[in-house]
């Protein structure tokens, strides 16, 4: 095969995108290059009900309601928005063909443009192999039920989806010695559940909480379920694109929540940390709850999925991280009042 030479090279013109569709896409991209416009369209996307008013949006500010009106209209113009008048009311949803493109900006864009200081690369298993392998032997001998085979590919996979997300290298095994005991765990306990089918033994139900970072509200979900249910749900969170971190703001309510679930890690690093979205998590769970990222979590016969519109607590004040954990805590409690009724 020749190689291309700079006079043979395809031109940039033969694969950027054209000139007409730049623009269209450029006036729309102006029209969200607002901090309150965000923050309008976040409001409506992470409300219960899909829809908002102009009224309810003005909270937001301490903008006249006439300036509320015009941010709703450019939103609406570029067509992000659809308006409902109903009554004395209008009120204002996300338009249907843009749904999917408002999660991606919220749940994706927006938190990675906050921490794009943060990136870092995948780091070498090379330099960690002896390591895994002694973590890899160890797990075998707690876990002697799962091969020595099969516990030394459950770590090896951790770890690289745990490098993969970025962030310091230097707790990336303890992280992994805790994931990959989590994800034998949740294999051994699907095996117990089938067995338990077949011998009609009680179940205890098992609830998987995933949102795109893992950084906020599948944490927060989880530790509440944890908080409210005991040993009578098993509760995991996860994130189909695990972030480096808690949120701040997030951590502090765990703490104060408290996370049983982990209460055997021996330090704050190890205690709270972002997980990747796993299939064996989704195959050991009877309920998955997603937030922001139903899109890309796996959907297998016979679970039970719901999808919460959350607000996510990256982008939110002290107080807005208060509401969300506050609209968490009832949803949590009247999932488990349906799983678990005695609990209620």
């Known amino acids: 095969m020749t190689a291309l030479t700079p006079q043979s090279a395809p031109s ?32 409506i996307a992470t409300s219960s009900s899909g829809e908002a008013t102009a009224g309810e949006l003005a909270t937001l500010t301490d903008v006249s309601q006439p300036t509320v009106s015009h941010h709703l209209k450019v939103l609406r113009d570029v067509g992000l928005l659809i308006a409902d008048r109903r009554g004395t009311w209008v009120w204002y949803r996300i338009e ?5 493109a408002v999660a991606t900006l919220l749940d994706r864009f927006a938190p990675a443009a906050v921490d794009v200081s943060r990136k870092a690369g995948l780091t070498g298993l090379s330099d960690v192999d002896s390591a895994l392998d002694e973590l890899a032997a160890s797990l075998a001998e707690r876990f002697p039920g799962t091969p020595g085979q099969e516990c030394l590919r459950v770590v090896r996979e951790s770890y690289a989806a745990l490098a993969r997300r970025g962030g310091s ?36 139900p098992q609830v998987l909480f995933v949102c795109v970072a893992n950084a906020g509200r599948s944490q927060l979900a989880a530790a509440l379920m944890q908080h409210y249910a005991g040993d009578r749900v098993v509760v995991r969170s996860a994130g189909s694109a695990p972030a480096t971190e808690i949120h701040a703001g997030v951590r502090a309510i765990l703490e104060q929540i408290g996370d049983p679930a982990s209460a055997d890690a021996v330090d704050d690093v190890t205690r709270f940390y972002p997980k990747p979205l796993t299939d064996d998590a989704i195959r050991a769970a009877d309920v998955v709850v997603t937030m922001g990222c139903g899109d890309t979590c796996p959907v297998l016969p016979g679970k039970r999925y719901e999808d919460w519109a959350v607000g996510d607590p990256a982008l939110a004040s002290p107080a807005g991280v208060a509401a969300i954990r506050d609209e968490l805590d009832q949803r949590v409690r009247a999932l488990l009042a349906d799983l678990v009724p005695q609990a209620a």
């Open 12 to 43: 940039p013109e033969s694969h950027a995108i054209g000139v007409d569709v730049a623009v269209t896409v450029a006036v729309t991209l102006k029209a969200l290059a607002d901090p309150l416009r965000l923050r309008m369209l976040s409001a």
């Open 96 to 100: 249907p063909a843009y749904r999917g």
């Open 169 to 204: 290298a230097i707790y990336l095994v303890a992280l992994t010695e805790h994931f990959a005991r989590q994800r034998i765990i949740d294999a051994e306990r699907t095996h117990a559940a089938e067995t338990a089918q077949d011998t009609h033994s009680p179940h205890v």
